[in-house]
T-cell receptor
């Protein structure tokens, strides 16, 4: 199993500012995933982050808006840039699963943009 | 394309049994997962099916039919604390992120 520490757990931010979310894993993993969960919705994958290469973004998400860093095999950050109220969501990091195991999630970051 | 369907809402009473269905169409298949999510919290793992059949774990069971692209989560002896959102997710291929359905909000009343 993997233990994932994500911070901050919540924040209230002014529109136009940026917030960086950190995700720390207690073991080395090749791939980390960032999801967004808008109010009342399910999880939508933003991007996949591999160590040593640029993140791969899903349709509808771009690097300028959601830059991701992956400096080593246990850490990643997601920045939500130039925020607007539409960015108010829960952001979750997750790590790749092994064979026959579930995906593990961080505790989530509840972001409110005012 | 990828598509995972499950009912939006369900209601049930304490002590009852409820079945939450999930149908999926994905380009690959490497396992089907059920997660429980209480409001404001991260999803927590409930079950995993990769072969056809029923997996039982206490009050919760999950069934899979790969030929039909169909799964269900069965919750027995419902308790108030089971009120939550239940997410069906499919692993497309090894090493990739899970694809989630929109979730089913279950409300358990006394």
């Amino acid at each position: 199993s993997a233990v994932i520490s994500q911070k901050p757990s919540r924040d209230i931010c002014q529109r136009g500012t940026s917030l960086t979310i950190q995700c720390q894993v207690d073991s080395q993993v090749t791939m980390m995933f960032w999801y967004r969960q808008q109010p009342g919705q399910s999880l939508t994958l933003i991007a996949t982050a591999n160590q040593g290469s640029e993140a791969t973004y899903e349709s509808g998400f771009v690097i300028d808006k959601f830059p991701i860093s992956r400096p080593n095999l246990t850490f990643s950050t997601l920045t939500v840039s130039n925020m607007s109220p539409e960015d108010s969501s829960i952001y979750l990091c997750s790590v790749e699963r092994g064979v026959k195991t579930e995906a593990f999630f961080g505790q989530g970051t509840r972001l409110t943009v005012v | 394309g990828q598509n995972i369907d499950q009912p939006t809402e369900m209601t049930a009473t304490e002590g009852a049994i409820v079945q939450i269905n999930c149908t999926y169409q994905t380009s690959g298949f490497n396992g089907l997962f059920w997660y429980q999510q209480h409001a404001g919290e991260a999803p927590t793992f409930l079950s995993y099916n990769v072969l056809d059949g029923l997996e039982e774990k206490g009050r919760f069971s999950s069934f899979l039919s790969r030929s039909k692209g169909y799964s269900y989560l069965l919750l027995k002896e419902l308790q108030m604390k089971d009120s939550a959102s239940y997410l069906c997710a499919v692993g497309n291929q090894a090493g990739t992120a899970l694809i989630f359905g929109k979730g089913t909000t279950l409300s358990v009343s006394s």
